[in-house]
């Protein structure tokens, strides 16, 4: 996901589209959190849409509300290289339109790296599947979206290698469709739906 230095500079041929999908509390934010870090420290601008209101601590730009979301993104296509963080994507991202369609769909010519991150499967649109470059999968506990990654993926027993514990993940990458269980921190960040009531 992340280019060497100085690529940010110049325009690339290729950006990138992830996804990251898993339940709260089992490690999608800490590896969000890891990947922009990495981004940013290698000179990558990073943009965070983020209706829930967890990425306020990032330095860059913070969108929480979804009003207008389209029009801002819109701004983006000629901001420079960088990477745009989708996180909560399925509470906006199930039927995407607009500026949203477009970046996913032509984000290689608007010179962005991609990162959709959602709690449900199911919440992502199924084109969105076809085109990522690669997927990180947590824990997926619910039949439905363990039998709707299976039907994206074309692969139960791809499904079947998501790991059940807490900071591990299945890294799928395309086109080779090459998989590995990996590992993130634990969370450094404590956020508000991390506090018990």
């Known amino acids: ?15 990138e589209t992830v996804i990251v999908l898993g339940p709260s509390g089992y490690g999608k934010s800490s590896y969000v959190d890891e990947t922009q ?23 860059g730009r913070v969108w929480t509300g979804l009003e ?16 745009i963080v989708f996180d909560d994507a399925d509470l906006y991202f199930r039927h995407p339109t607009g500026a949203r369609l477009e970046i996913i769909v032509a984000n290689r010519h608007w ?5 959709v991150v959602s709690r449900r499967p199911q919440g992502i649109h199924k084109d969105l599947f ?23 993926l074309d692969s139960a027993a791809l499904v079947k290698k998501i790991p059940k514990e807490k900071f591990h993940y299945l890294f799928i ?13 634990p969370r450094a960040v404590i956020t508000a739906s991390d506090r018990k009531p």
């Open 173 to 185: 990458h395309r086109p080779t469709d090459s998989y590995a269980v990996q590992q993130t921190k």
């Open 37 to 59: 870090e990495k981004y940013s420290a290698r000179g990558g601008k990073v943009w965070v849409v983020d209706p829930a209101s967890n990425w306020l601590h990032h330095p």
């Open 111 to 115: 010179q962005k790296d991609v990162m």
């Open 130 to 152: 076809m085109i990522a470059d690669s997927l990180v999968l947590f824990c997926q506990r619910q039949a439905y979206a363990r039998q709707y990654l299976a039907k994206e």
């Open 1 to 15: 996901m992340a280019p060497k230095p100085e690529t940010f500079a110049e325009k690339r041929s290729t950006y």
């Open 68 to 83: 207008n979301l389209d029009s801002e993104l819109a701004k983006l296509q000629r901001a420079g290289p960088g990477l």
